[in-house]
């Protein structure tokens, strides 16, 4: 079955810095790939998504990088801000099925 | 914006006691899931939902567990007999799904259990 693996486990940046977080995947079939920002005691919240079919997809300051053939994906964050201090998840999927999520990176932007 | 809702919040029980945790999906997804996040952890996959029936389960989703749609709106998670180790936050997530394209899974806000 699929295997996500994300790293670093931790990441910490000054306010206004930016921010990678690289996530592998084994499944070759994985087509979506979700990246989830969880805040304390709060559910995952979806900020950024991409599926197979793009290399990259950016929103304002957050973008998403996908690299098929080495089956891999990385979240940039630039210009963070204390607000960005959270629990960031990547996931893949399938598609149809369920959602196998990567082992988390917590990020701390200081002032 | 419609969200997924998820009751209690917090259930404190007994070991080997059942607990029913509910989950009210957004109502046009078809697609339902329960996943848990044990404190520090990653989130796991439990089972999906589709077509009252489920599609997929994990290795976490033993015997103890069952999923029902009793009816139109709810979801809901049977623990049979609680163990320790099923103490954790437990999401609820639905999904629409549009041809063959994946949609985003959206979550509920979770409960949290705690078996004491």
């Known amino acids: 079955g699929e295997n996500v693996e994300q790293h670093p486990s931790t990441l910490s940046v000054q306010e206004g810095d930016s921010a990678v977080i690289k996530c592998t995947y084994s499944?070759?079939?994985?087509?979506?790939f979700p990246w989830y920002k969880q805040e304390l005691g709060k559910r995952p919240q979806l900020i950024i998504d991409?599926?197979?079919?793009?290399g990259e997809k950016k929103d304002q300051r957050i973008a998403v990088t996908l690299n098929k053939t080495a089956k891999h994906f990385s979240l940039h964050i630039t210009e963070t801000q204390p607000e960005d201090s959270a629990v960031y998840f990547c996931?893949?999927?399938?598609?149809?099925?369920?959602?196998?999520f990567g082992t988390g990176t917590r990020l701390l932007v200081s002032p | 914006e419609p969200e997924v809702t998820q009751t209690p919040s917090h259930q404190v029980t007994q070991m080997g006691q059942e607990v029913i945790l509910r989950c009210v999906p957004i109502?046009?997804?078809?697609?339902f899931y329960w996943y848990r996040q044990i404190l520090g952890q990653k989130v796991e996959f439990l089972v999906s939902?589709?077509?009252?029936?489920?599609?997929?389960k994990s290795e976490i989703f033993d015997d103890q567990f069952s999923v029902e749609r009793p009816d139109g709106s709810n979801f809901t998670l049977k623990i049979r007999s609680t163990k320790l180790e099923d103490s954790a936050m437990y999401f609820c997530?639905?999904?629409?799904?549009?041809?063959?394209?994946?949609?985003?899974?959206?979550f509920g806000p979770g409960t949290r259990l705690t078996v004491l």
């Open positions: 499944d070759s079939a994985s087509n979506y």
């Open positions: 996931a893949a999927t399938t598609g149809f099925q369920k959602l196998v």
């Open positions: 997530a639905s999904r629409f799904q549009r041809g063959d394209r994946t949609d985003t899974q959206y």
């Open positions: 939902f589709y077509n009252n029936e489920i599609s997929e």
């Open positions: 109502s046009n997804h078809l697609y």
């Open positions: 991409i599926r197979s079919n793009v």
